[in-house]
């Protein structure tokens, strides 16, 4: 089966710091990654759409300054939250696909962000 | 703007009782509807429709799909307290690059 790490699992900074979060497929080509920000007790909200070897593409409302993804191979995906506030405390999970698969992502297990 | 909804939010069930979670979705380029069981932390794939009318089925779990009304329904026959968890519905919108759309969630608590 396909494997999706993430690091690190769980991340506490202060406010003001930046956090660099990683997304990495380990036994597969991820021509597509994802990252998804989850709210306690709320549903997945898609922040970007991160292709390999190009600029993500940001849903609306997420400023691409503020969390800032570099996709610079196939198997590593990293976002990047700048100037971390309270507000920005989450669960933020990423997940993958192969390119002839999309149907399935595989999800990694997710980073909890808490910002003081 | 594109959306999906899912209903109830959340379900408290006795084992061995039989469920039926709802999906609705407006989006423009529909692709294909999943549905997924996430329960302490990244959620875990069910099922994929694509097609109207036919019936996914995997153990005690169903789905199937409307894409002329516009929703799908994930049914789960005798629960178990294995079955709490929150049920995600997500719909793949396809306008150039892909990408997917979740629900609010369904969250199911299966009592013993």
């Known amino acids: 089966g396909a494997v999706v790490s993430q690091h690190p699992s769980r991340v506490i900074c202060k406010s003001g710091t930046s956090v660099k979060i990683e997304c990495r497929s380990l036994?597969?080509?991820?021509?597509?990654m994802f990252w998804y920000r989850q709210f306690p007790k709320k549903s997945l909200m898609l922040m970007a759409t991160s292709n390999e070897g190009s600029k993500a593409t940001y849903e609306q409302g997420v400023e691409m300054d503020k969390f800032l993804i570099n996709h610079a191979s196939l198997t590593l995906s990293t976002l990047t939250v700048t100037s971390a506030h309270p507000e920005d405390s989450s669960f933020y999970i990423c997940?993958?696909?192969?390119?002839?698969?999309?149907?399935?992502?595989?999800f990694g297990p997710g980073t909890r962000l808490l910002v003081l | 703007e594109d959306k999906v909804v899912q209903s109830p939010l959340s379900l408290v069930v006795h084992e061995g009782d039989t469920v039926t979670l709802n999906c609705s979705y407006e989006v423009t380029n529909f692709r294909s509807l999943l549905w997924y069981k996430q329960e302490k932390k990244a959620p875990t794939f069910l099922f994929m429709l694509t097609s109207s009318g036919i019936e996914k089925k995997s153990g005690r779990l169903s789905s199937i799909l409307d894409k002329k009304e516009l929703f799908s329904i994930l049914n789960i026959t005798a629960t178990q307290t294995g079955d709490s968890a929150v049920y995600l519905c997500?719909?793949?919108?396809?306008?150039?690059?892909?990408?997917?759309?979740f629900g609010t969630g369904t969250r199911l608590k299966v009592l013993a």
């Open positions: 036994d597969f080509q991820a021509t597509t």
């Open positions: 997500a719909v793949e919108e396809a306008s150039g690059t892909y990408k997917y759309i």
């Open positions: 997940s993958a696909s192969r390119g002839d698969r999309r149907e399935t992502q595989y």
